[in-house]
């Protein structure tokens, strides 16, 4: 009450000028606040263009969609047996685990095993149990697999794009491709399987600049090729930013969003509140104790494991070139590279074993499969490349990291990704999330590892947003 | 208000600075061993065998087996060396390497030096001995100590050995020169056990030149040599006679520090800057932490993954020589990351710089080099020997185009008989290599500062 008298007997003491600058000066900041808080409220990011094949653009698009196989060949697999053979072996350190990196004592057991046992053309066969396409979109080659639902009376057949990353590709959808479109329920998918443009199949950008803004746009122009106006998403690593980037660009294309990575990229007071209060008054931050079991110690687990398992990533970010120059020549380099991160990033304990627990959850034929489409298609430096063209603007800065996220949204929250993201901190960014699990096991690679979970979790989402119930 | 704040700020870091200095500590160490398995029983062998490099056939047509295997990547359009080492230019590399580069021939250059190898802490170091070969009546020889970095070797020593050894002008010093390879370099065996740090090396180096009747000595280093020289004189002040750098990072950052950072462009004189200093360290952000961030993921990957980054270096000698020479790039000046062939034979031949990649390649040790930034960053940041200042005669010799730059006022902050501070004409950071006139020419300068004092 005092301060109401005191502000009005203030105002009364002003002059007339002065009253009209604080007029005026009251209605220019409510209306820079107004237009800052419309701009964040923005529904979606600009489209924007590209054309990224050789030299200048002289033809259009070729909207044509050509059938594809992969194949191999008798010099193929001779060529990586030579290379596998001249591999110059370095002995490890004693008792390191995989500290250091992939252990060379087990790396031998695992270049044996491709060797000798290893069948490239069984594989082959098996990824052309899909069927693949390339189509030409802004100058590249973009591949993608293909999969319709078997045609089910009373089924319902919802369109869906799975995309991949790092090192991983839509080989790591194998498994839960069936879980999805050959199913006996009322729910069944038509999924879309696209490789990123510069990894495997798909062709690698000749032009500098190519980031996930770009992919999104790409891969929303092969759906609306396709014919699908409206389509669900699922992605984890890279997978998650591009279909988050498709959702901003076209939130009325997308019904559903599901992640099962979360980047945080705008922390703030917030974060920093919650850090704090975190550990002591979870409830008080909107965190629950599975939270606060994944984050804290916060500083050991999220910024020193983080510091120690993102070497590649600031390599890549600066120097792709030569970060991959060498893995392209030495197929033993690209296994060791590619499967280190199989091995951490399912769970970080794996570090301390001399064979990274590799086996535990997947078999040497999936994990040199995956390393076989970086081989053959020489892809390795276009596909690090990608690293440096989402670091060259500051990440926080670019339009995306500033504009919300507007369709449904839901999070399968798996123990052993490399970042854990609670529900409060992923409403600053997600205005529709309609569910977020704890998934009971899994890491980073989680349609790879616990295709079955995400399947589940993912389906569960879906009808959330279909309004079925269960 | 701001100037008292100011005064107040002043003053107690000059206090600050005055209680840092009365607390100089040794650094301490212990024994090490680092051969496979356990040590054996009995006494070490401690002599001294000659050493040859060799080559053969064999290894000369698996390398170029090998290279004809490339299969390269073209690089983007208009990235130059932007991306890292350009894939056009890379080519040009390889075929020259493949078909011109003599490697017997340098085998024997690298010959015309008397290498050694000896066994400490159960591994076997190998090294270089350069005695003068003409040195008047009465007179003798200097001993020092040059230690090389990563990705260099003591071959980036040849070109200054002469200058050393046998120096044109009769009143200049002249050197007896040893030139180690750090263990896990070259042919120098690699440990087998982990924690094989800068201060193990500088240990093994001391016992070296105990070994070899030095009892007091000079040191000289850059990059990873200039760390164990440091470490060298921080162990055993009374060996090292001198020490002379060629790189000086910040380790400690103290309150002195923090202010000349804040104050520095607008009072440079306040804290000694020269033009130089100003140019080089402001503005702030894009020089001390965009320019570092795009330059050192290299050390990000090799401080944590050395085994996996090296794995595929170790089969393909044009990938090495890519992540190698890359380097000689970008670190003798970062302009040329614009240019298509990264302005790598402008300071340096083909010749000299595949002869330090095959000597990574001939003995199979990248991965090792890799490790010994691993080992160093175990502790993290603030080892102990950070915290501890040099107290024996150092001279610094500051390239205009080195990595991260020092001035005097930060050079003095760890380097308390900082005797002489040059700022060199031109050069970066394989300074011995591409300018040794000038580093020589320092050297000398440095050693008749230190003995002028005697």
Not at chain 1, 51 to 58: L, V
Not at chain 1, 139 to 163: N, S
Request: hydrophobic share 40%.
């Amino acid at each position: 009450m005092q301060a109401v008298e005191a502000i009005q007997k203030a105002l009364q003491e002003l002059d007339r000028p002065k009253l009209q600058l604080l007029a005026l000066s009251s209605v220019g900041i409510g209306l820079t606040y107004f237009l800052v808080w419309r701009r964040k409220a923005k529904k979606s990011i600009p489209l924007g263009d590209g054309w990224w094949g050789h030299g200048q653009q002289t033809l259009r698009d070729d909207n044509k969609i050509y059938p594809f196989k992969v194949e191999t060949s008798e010099d193929e697999i001779n060529d990586l047996h030579r290379r596998i053979d001249q591999m110059r072996y370095t002995e490890p350190l004693e008792d390191c685990g995989f500290q250091y990196g992939f252990n060379s004592n087990y790396l031998q057991k695992v270049v044996s095993y491709w060797r000798n046992q290893f069948d490239w053309k069984k594989q082959v066969a098996k990824l052309n149990e899909y069927p693949h396409f390339k189509t030409n979109i802004e100058g590249l080659d973009v591949h993608f697999v293909h999969v319709r639902a078997p045609h089910r009376p009373g089924q319902k057949v919802l369109p869906l794009m799975l995309v991949h990353g790092w090192p991983g590709s839509f080989f790591e959808f194998y498994k839960i491709l069936p879980l999805l479109t050959d199913t006996k329920d009322d729910l069944a998918f038509e999924v879309i399987c696209p490789s990123i443009p510069g990894y495997g199949f798909s062709e690698a950008p000749h032009k500098q600049g190519f980031c996930s803004l770009d992919a999104a746009r790409i891969f929303l122009k092969l759906m609306e090729r396709l014919g699908f106006n409206k389509f669900y998403l699922q992605g984890g690593d890279w997978g998650s930013l591009i279909t988050t980037n498709m959702a901003q660009m076209k939130p009325q294309c997308v019904s559903g969003l599901h992640l099962n990575m979360l980047a945080v990229t705008k922390g703030g007071v917030g974060m920093l509140l919650s850090l704090i209060i975190g550990p002591y008054l979870p409830f008080l931050v909107g965190f629950t104790r599975e939270d606060v079991r994944r984050l804290f110690p916060y500083f050991e687990k999220n910024v020193y494991d983080l510091l120690m398992e993102s070497g590649y990533m600031h390599i890549q970010g600066t120097k792709p070139d030569t970060a991959g120059c060498g893995l392209n020549d030495s197929p033993v380099g690209l296994a060791a590279y590619i499967l280190e991160k199989f091995s951490t990033w399912t769970d970080r304990k794996n570090r301390d074993l001399e064979d990274g627990d590799l086996e535990k959850k997947y078999s040497l034929d999936d994990l040199l499969t995956n390393v076989m489409i970086y081989w053959t298609t020489r892809s390795i430096i276009p596909s690090m490349r990608f690293y440096k063209e989402n670091f060259k603007t500051n990440p926080q800065n670019r339009v995306d990291a500033r504009t919300g996220i507007f369709v449904p949204m839901g999070h399968a929250a798996f123990p052993n990704e490399l970042m854990h993201c609670p529900l409060p901190w992923a409403r600053w960014r997600f205005k529709d999330i309609r569910s977020y699990s704890y998934m009971p096991r899994g890491g980073h690679f989680a349609a790879f590892e616990e295709p079955r979970l995400l399947a589940e979790d993912f389906v569960k989402f879906v009808r959330k947003v279909e309004g079925k119930k269960r | 208000m701001l100037l008292e704040v100011l005064l107040a700020l002043v003053l107690g870091a000059v206090v600050l600075l005055v209680l840092r200095r009365s607390k100089a500590a040794v650094l301490k160490t212990e024994d090490g061993w680092w051969g496979a398995g356990s040590p054996p029983a009995g006494a070490e062998d401690e002599s001294i065998r000659p050493f040859q490099v060799e080559t053969s056939r064999e290894e000369i047509e698996d390398l170029q087996r090998r290279i004809d295997q490339t299969r390269p990547v073209p690089s983007l359009e208009d990235s130059q060396f932007n991306y890292g080492f350009n894939s056009t230019y890379l080519q040009k590399v390889a075929a020259y390497w493949r078909n011109e580069f003599d490697w017997s021939k340098q085998v024997d250059k690298l010959n015309q030096y008397p290498h050694f190898k000896t066994k400490i802490e159960g591994i076997d170091v190998h090294y270089v001995h350069v005695k003068p070969k003409n040195l008047p009546e009465g007179r003798t020889a200097v001993p020092l100590i040059m230690v090389h970095g990563w990705p260099g070797s003591f071959y980036e020593f040849y070109g200054i050995l002469p200058l050393l050894t046998e120096p044109a002008n009769a009143d200049d010093v002249a050197f007896e020169v040893i030139c180690p390879s750090i263990p896990g370099y070259g042919f120098s065996e690699a440990p087998r056990k982990k924690g094989f740090n800068s201060v193990c090396a500088a240990r093994v180096f001391l016992k070296l030149m105990r070994r070899l009747g030095f009892g007091r000595f000079y040191a000289q280093g850059g990059d990873w040599g200039w760390q164990i020289t440091t470490n060298m004189a921080q162990l055993d002040p009374t060996a090292v006679k001198g020490l002379h750098i060629n790189f000086a990072p910040v380790e400690n950052v103290g309150p002195l520090l923090i202010l000349s950072i804040l104050l520095g462009r607008r009072f440079p004189g306040l804290f000694g800057f020269t033009e130089l200093d100003v140019k080089r360290l402001y503005p702030r952000v894009e020089k001390m932490l965009v320019e570092p961030l795009k330059e050192t993921g290299y050390f990000h990957i090799q401080a944590t993954k050395p085994d996996t980054a090296g794995r595929g270096l170790n089969d393909s000698p044009v990938g090495l020589a890519a992540y190698i020479l890359e380097k000689f790039s970008t670190w003798t000046d970062h302009e040329f990351r614009n240019l298509e062939d990264g302005g790598l034979e402008r300071k340096f031949s083909l010749e000299d710089l595949l002869t330090n990649v095959m000597i990574y390649w001939t003995t199979g040790s990248i991965t090792s080099s890799m490790r010994f930034y691993k080992e160093n960053f175990a502790k993290g940041f603030y080892p102990p020997h950070a915290r501890i200042p040099v107290t024996v005669p150092t001279g610094v010799a500051a390239f205009p185009n080195e990595l991260m730059h020092t001035p005097k006022l930060w050079a003095k902050q760890k380097n308390h008989k900082l005797k002489t501070y040059t700022t060199m004409a031109r050069g970066g950071h394989f300074a011995a290599m591409e300018e040794p006139g000038l580093m020589a020419q320092d050297i000398q300068k440095f050693i008749k500062v230190v003995e002028g004092k005697k």
